[in-house]
Every structure is written in structure tokens, then in C-alpha cells.
């Protein structure tokens, strides 16, 4: 996560990263990228400025490594919901529910994402890849067991991207702009995914 090269090698070396990571979602999150500052990270890690370099090279630096923190921390969230999936759409039901209940509690992260695409453009592409990746994995294996019917991998593509495209919405609905028990959501969903628009 640290800038190539400041990895920290002690306990409390990550402590203090976990610091500064923090504080930069707080700094980006509420005063976006552009007004943001090294100095409004530090005051609120409450560290020095030079320990701020220990671990980054610069404002963008820290940026980007916020960017795979939370891609991350969303992944992290939504995996332990998986394993109490009765099948493949079930698990895709509990991941929503979960995914929707973390941006509840990080709302920042949709700006910080929606910023990473000027500021880390790399970042930006690789979290919406990896995270449309897991989604197509999870569909190839609900396919293998009989779950869903099975298609090649262009359609599975699809498909992924599909769904995280309306999970990315639905958490903007219903976790930034407003509230919605995140269980109706992702059961709502799941009817859809499940049945189709004709029922």
C-alpha cells in the first residue's frame, strides 16, 4: 500500500499507515482530491509531516494506494457473506446486501472512486477489472454447479460487468443519496435476477 520501497517492516509501522490511510479518506472524502492536502492528512493521522514521506512519496501517491485500500476493503467486507450462500445467486443477493451496508458506513468512497479516474487512472480501471473478475468467478462456478445456466466467457463477461454496474448504482441510490433497509435491496434483486422484469 506504502510507495514503492516503504513498505513497513514492524507492527508499528503498519499501525501508522493504517493511520495515515485512514485520515486520507477521511481528507479526500470530505475535500476531494484537489483541496486536499499532505499537511490536512497529517493533522488528522496526528503525525508528523516527515512520517508522512516514510510511507509516500506525495499527495498523489497516497491517493492511489487509498484507491486499492478500499478497493480491498469493499472485497474483504462482501467475501465472509459468500460462504453462507444457499447457491450462486443467493451469494450474489448477500454480496449486494453486504456491499450496500459498507457504503452505508463509506459513503466517501464513491467520491474517492469517481475521482481515481482523472487522478489514478490505472487504480480506477483496475478496481472496477478485479472486482468485475470475482463477480464473472462466481458466476462460472455457480454455472459448473448447475446453478445458472452455463455461458462462454464473453458472456459471463457481460454479464459481471452488468451486475456490478447495478450494484455500483444501487449503492449510490440507496447508500449515498439515501437509505434503504440493504436487505430489501439486494432481495428485490435477487427477484430480478432470479425471475426476470416479467414477474
Known amino acids: ?18 493511520k495515515i490511510l485512514d485520515a486520507a479518506l477521511g481528507e479526500f472524502g470530505e475535500r476531494g482530491f484537489r483541496e486536499s492536502s499532505i499537511v490536512g492528512i ?57 456491499y450496500l451496508d459498507f457504503v452505508a458506513g463509506h459513503k466517501e468512497v464513491y467520491r474517492i472512486i469517481d475521482e481515481a479516474e482523472f487522478v489514478d487512472p490505472v487504480g480506477f480501471r ?5 472486482t468485475a473478475s470475482r463477480i464473472a468467478a462466481r458466476l462460472q462456478a455457480a454455472a459448473q454447479r448447475g446453478e445458472i445456466g452455463e455461458r462462454d466467457e464473453f458472456a459471463t463477461e457481460v454479464r459481471a460487468w452488468a451486475l456490478m454496474g447495478m450494484n455500483v448504482f444501487l449503492g449510490l441510490r440507496f447508500g449515498v443519496w439515501g437509505t434503504a433497509p440493504a436487505a430489501s435491496v439486494a432481495a428485490e434483486i435477487n427477484s430480478l435476477l432470479r425471475h426476470g422484469l416479467e414477474s
Open 1 to 18: 500500500m506504502a510507495s514503492e520501497g516503504k513498505t513497513p517492516r514492524t507492527a508499528r509501522g503498519e499501525k501508522t499507515l493504517r
Open 42 to 98: 497529517t493533522s488528522r493521522a496526528k503525525v508528523a509531516l516527515g512520517t508522512f514521506y516514510t510511507y509516500f512519496d506525495s499527495k498523489e501517491a497516497v491517493f492511489a494506494a487509498l484507491v486499492g485500500d478500499m478497493s480491498r476493503r469493499v472485497r474483504d467486507h462482501v467475501a465472509p457473506m459468500l460462504g453462507q450462500a444457499r447457491d450462486g445467486l443467493d451469494g450474489e443477493r448477500l454480496a449486494l446486501e453486504a
Open 126 to 130: 483496475s478496481h472496477y477489472e478485479t
